[in-house]
T-cell receptor
Framework: EAQVTQNPRYLITVTGKKLTVTCSQNMNHEYMSWYRQDPGLGLRQIYYSMNVEVTDKGDVPEGYKVSRKEKRNFPLILESPSPNQTSLYFC?????????????FGPGTRLTVL | GESVGLHLPTLSVQEGDNSIINCAYSNSASDYFIWYKQESGKGPQFIIDIRSNMDKRQGQRVTVLLNKTVKHLSLQIAATQPGDSAVYFCAENTAGYSTLTFGKGTMLLVSP
């Protein structure tokens, strides 16, 4: 089944404790992206990647890192999480960038930083 | 349940009614627009898209209308069903930019 998977689905952590949210897709997509979703603000893009070893900042990249060492994986790294990073996170992928192709979204990761 | 529905404008309809969800977009240079549906506890799901060289596009039970003059996008859902209850987002993209900008969403509630 073609899908985007994220792990973990739920995470409660404390300020400053490094964490990684994994994202994997099995569709051989080149484009991958991370979004955060907050009440009243909608989805905002954090980082995206056009291909392996190519990553770029989105609208809200501060406090986040990403890597793209393999086509299928695009982990989101929070080196020192803070409470303002409490949010619902979505990974998405598509063959091409979103101006020419439909993005497929993962199920989401609910992160709480205490 | 998810808290994404808080603070959202809400449209409440009866089953069988036609629904119209509106979206005002911000960038006059945007040339590609997408509607997504997000059910509780799930990620957004593509519904329909439209490019700026069109003003109407139809899918199965859904129609998207684009008015570039006033930067307005609408999603029409015919014969709305309880399974259509979800949050609906519009998104815009500009050629040459690899990012999507999402609207804040509208919650659609369909009662039997």
């Amino acid at each position: 089944e073609a899908q985007v998977t994220q792990n973990p689905r739920y995470l409660i952590t404390v300020t400053g404790k490094k964490l990684t949210v994994t994202c994997s897709q099995n569709m051989n997509h080149e484009y991958m992206s991370w979004y955060r979703q907050d009440p009243g603000l909608g989805l905002r893009q954090i980082y995206y990647s056009m291909n392996v070893e190519v990553t770029d900042k989105g609208d809200v990249p501060e406090g986040y890192k990403v890597s793209r060492k393999e086509k299928r994986n695009f982990p989101l790294i929070l080196e020192s999480p803070s409470p303002n990073q409490t949010s619902l996170y979505f990974c998405a992928s598509s063959v091409y960038p979103p101006n020419t192709d439909t993005q497929y979204f993962g199920p989401g990761t609910r992160l709480t930083v205490l | 349940g998810e808290s994404v529905g808080l603070h959202l404008p809400t449209l409440s309809v009866q089953e069988g009614d036609n629904s119209i969800i509106n979206c005002a977009y911000s960038n006059s240079a945007s040339d590609y627009f997408i509607w997504y549906k997000q059910e509780s506890g799930k990620g957004p799901q593509f519904i329909i898209d439209i490019r700026s060289n069109m003003d109407k596009r139809q899918g199965q039970r859904v129609t998207v209308l684009l008015n570039k003059t006033v930067k307005h996008l609408s999603l029409q859902i015919a014969a709305t069903q309880p399974g259509d209850s979800a949050v609906y987002f519009c998104a815009e993209n500009t050629a040459g930019y690899s990012t999507l900008t999402f609207g804040k969403g509208t919650m659609l509630l369909v009662s039997p």
